[in-house]
């Protein structure tokens, strides 16, 4: 058994495109580092969206088209892609928490392959917290662990509530 690292949306509109952030952009390198130096598997997360995003209900909330499928705004951001093996799994999930990630997850633990689940990435306080969340309901007794220093929100002040509300929720904020 190994840890599993999942790395969520590390896509260019969340970091220099669309949605991008000087804050997004700081943690690239250290997220960079933890994937090559990670011994386990690794699991990625893109943020898909089709051309009909406006439509969507994400769409009228939040009125910006970012990850739209085969675009650049849509790719890893290059350091982050640089670090993918072929052996690692790549998961595009419509929405911000993805029940097929989860699925995969728990079987990996059913079949023993992972002892914890460590995630980084963006945005802590849409994508990373939703997948947390979604991960310990499938996996109560799994240890889940989430590096801040890996991950950035939307604003500093909803970065750091989301670390909060998963550390309430048993996650460890590491």
């Keep these: 058994m190994k840890p599993l690292l999942m790395v969520i949306d590390m896509q260019n509109d969340f970091i220099s495109m669309a949605l991008g952030t000087p ?13 090559r130096s990670w011994d386990g598997p ?3 997360t893109r943020d898909t969206h089709g051309e009909n995003y406006m439509d969507s209900a994400e769409g009228k909330k939040l009125p910006v088209p970012h990850c739209i499928k085969g675009t650049s705004g849509w790719e890893l951001d ?20 993805s029940v097929k990630l989860a699925n995969a ?3 990996m633990a059913e079949d023993k ?33 989430v590096d801040a ?7 500093p002040e909803s ?11 048993q996650i460890d904020i590491i």
């Design 42 to 44: 690794v699991i990625y």
């Design 105 to 107: 997850v728990a079987h």
């Design 23 to 35: 804050k997004a952009q700081s943690i690239v390198p250290a997220a960079a580092a933890k994937i």
């Design 159 to 169: 970065h750091e509530n989301a670390l909060n509300a998963m550390k309430m929720c």
């Design 149 to 155: 220093s890996c991950c950035a929100g939307v604003t």
């Design 78 to 97: 290059p350091q982050i892609q640089s670090c993918v093996s072929h052996e690692d799994l790549i998961f595009d999930k419509p929405t911000f928490g």
């Design 113 to 145: 392959e992972i002892s914890s689940i460590t995630l980084i990435g963006l945005c802590t306080d849409i994508c990373v917290i939703s997948n947390a969340l979604l991960l310990k309901a499938y996996l109560p007794e799994m240890p889940i662990s």
